[in-house]
C-alpha cells in the first residue's frame, strides 16, 4: 500500500492529499496555517491537527479506506489508533452458522487496519508527515480469534529509519456482549519516500 499525504502537485502522489484550509500550503504539521516547522510533530496541538488531516484524507481521497469506515481514534508521536465498525458488508459467508451466531469480519479487514495504521505511524516520526509517502515493503499478520464486532488497531513504531520503518500492530474487538480481545497482531515495514 502506498500512502502519500503531499499536495496535488506532487510527483509521487498516488492519493491525492485533502484542500487544507485557507489553501495554504501544507509543508509539514504545524499549529496555525502557515506555521512551518522541520522537528516531527509532538505537540498535543500538532497531533490533533495530523488526526484531523487523516481522518479528511481517508474520507475525502480514499474510496476504500471510507467505504469500510475507517476512523482516526488516536494520534501521538509514534502511535495510531484507526477502528472500523462491525458491518455485515464486511463479513464471511458461513453457511453452517446459526441464527444466534453473528458472522466474523474478514480476516483482510484486520489486515488492511494493520498496513494503514502501520503506515500512518511511521509519518508521525518524520519531520515532514504531510509530505512524506511511504509504501508497505512488508506485511506480516497473525490472526489470532474471529473478529465479531468493532476493530480498533494500534500501531507503535519500532523504528522510522532514513529509508525504512518498521511498525508493530494489535488488532482488538468488541463482542457483542461488550468484551474486548485481541483478534490478530502484525509487523510492518514500510519504504520512507522524502522529498529531495
Known amino acids: 500500500m502506498l500512502i502519500t499525504l503531499e499536495t496535488p502537485s506532487s510527483r509521487m502522489n498516488a492519493h491525492p492529499a485533502p484542500e487544507n484550509p485557507g489553501n495554504a500550503a501544507v509543508k509539514s504539521v504545524a499549529g496555525p496555517v502557515g506555521d512551518m516547522t522541520d522537528d ?8 490533533d491537527d495530523l488526526g484531523r488531516f487523516l481522518q479528511n484524507y481517508i474520507d475525502e481521497n480514499h474510496e476504500f479506506l471510507s467505504w469500510i469506515g475507517t476512523s482516526v481514534e488516536d494520534v501521538d508521536n509514534g502511535t495510531m489508533t484507526l477502528s472500523i465498525p462491525y458491518d455485515e458488508k464486511l463479513t464471511n459467508i458461513r453457511p453452517n452458522a446459526g441464527p444466534d451466531q453473528r458472522p466474523d469480519i474478514h480476516g483482510g479487514i484486520a489486515a488492511t487496519l494493520i498496513d494503514t495504521v502501520g503506515g500512518f505511524a511511521i509519518q508521525t516520526q518524520l519531520e515532514e508527515p504531510l509530505s512524506t509517502g511511504v509504501a508497505t515493503i512488508n506485511l506480516n499478520v497473525n490472526y489470532l480469534r474471529p473478529a465479531t464486532g468493532d476493530l480498533e488497531a494500534t500501531a507503535e ?5 532514513s529509508t525504512v520503518g518498521v511498525s508493530e500492530v494489535t488488532v482488538e474487538s468488541t463482542t457483542p456482549d461488550g468484551e474486548t480481545k485481541a483478534v490478530a497482531t502484525g509487523q510492518g515495514s514500510y519504504r520512507i519516500f522524502r522529498e529531495d
Open 157 to 161: 513504531v519500532v523504528r522510522a529509519g
Open 40 to 47: 516531527p510533530p509532538n505537540s498535543a496541538e500538532e497531533i
